[in-house]
């Protein structure tokens, strides 16, 4: 679970960095990915609100754009408790099956394909009675540029991945900017090696060779070593990174709430960041359900919502 904890710290870092350039800077970055609701909710109809709780949706989607149309690659809850002084991340697994309004009940990570994030908030409410109230919505394809501006990243790649890293080499090679200057370049050989932004993307997309837990590892491969690669660089780098996350970026948290966000996340300080991944093993059942719906995660409602509760809210 460390790989969850460094890649939050780089999320943190990258606020940090913006921040020491000064408020109209910090304010004018973060006023062009703000988008305010409209609609303001009754306080009483927010039934899991508590006070000196906040609670974050981070949603990567796994293409272009960042309002609907592609799914939602990644799914975190990040939970500021400012009473007891910790801040946690709930992971839900993209395959989780959910009832999704106006539709059917299909995998979690199609509800932001349909609508966007107001679907998805009410998919959160329907199926496990949390409202959300702030939310961050990132364009993926951006971390290729990350990697890009970092000189790449170090992974292993497995002998048996090499041909279906190579297949979504070509759909990630499609998304990249610099395209047209540099050639497509395939992986030829199994073993510890650097790879750039798209040939990255394409490892962590990886799905069909083994498990969609073992994708989840991927995932945690790479966040470890853009870690490492990340804490190498300088200031300018950093800079660099930041710009390029702010302009793939969506949430209605407001320039002055990010800041203060940002602000209690320092004064915490929590270097121990508790972790959860929904559903629980022990309550969960991964398997293919239809050839429409394909391979899903069905899981036990009370024991998981229970668990999952107690591990935002505590123990009242």
Not at 70 to 96: E, F, G, Q, Y
Not at 181 to 204: C, M, P
Not at 291 to 313: C, S, T
Request: charged share 30%.
């Amino acid at each position: 679970m460390k790989h969850f904890k460094r890649a939050a710290l780089i999320l943190i870092a990258i606020i940090l960095v913006i921040g020491i350039s000064g408020f109209g800077y910090v304010y004018s970055k973060l006023n062009k990915i703000y988008v305010k609701d409209d609609v303001v909710k009754n306080t009483e109809e927010q039934g899991t609100m508590v006070e000196g709780i906040t609670n974050i949706l981070l949603v990567g989607t796994d293409g272009e754009y960042v309002e609907k149309g592609n799914r939602s690659d990644s799914v975190m809850l990040v939970t500021i408790d400012t009473n007891n002084k910790d801040i946690k991340i709930s992971s839900i697994a993209r395959d989780t099956y959910v009832d999704i309004p106006g539709y059917s009940t299909e995998k979690l990570t199609h509800a932001y394909a349909y609508e966007g994030i107001d679907l998805l908030k009410e998919v959160f409410k329907e199926n496990f009675d949390l409202d959300i109230d702030k939310y961050i919505a990132v364009n993926f394809t951006s971390f290729m540029d990350i990697m890009d501006e970092l000189g790449g990243v170090e992974v292993n790649v497995e002998e048996k991945d090499i041909k279906e890293i190579n297949k979504y080499i070509d759909a990630c090679y499609g998304y990249y900017k610099n395209k047209d200057e540099n050639d497509k370049e395939y992986i030829t050989e199994s073993g510890v090696q650097r790879l750039n932004g798209y040939q990255a993307l394409a490892f962590s997309r990886i799905r069909y060779t083994d498990s969609a837990f073992a994708r989840d590892n991927r995932h945690r491969e790479v966040a470890e070593s853009v870690y490492k690669e990340f804490a190498q660089k300088g200031i300018d780098t950093y800079k660099r990174c930041a710009e390029i996350v702010l302009n793939n970026t969506k949430t209605n948290i407001s320039p002055i709430e990010m800041m203060n966000l940002a602000y209690t996340v320092l004064k915490i300080n929590d270097k121990d960041i508790e972790q959860f991944q929904f559903p629980l093993e022990e309550y969960r059942n991964g398997h293919i359900i239809s050839k429409q719906k394909g391979w899903v995660l069905e899981w036990d409602k009370e024991p998981n919502l229970e668990a999952w509760h107690k591990f935002i809210f505590g123990e009242e």
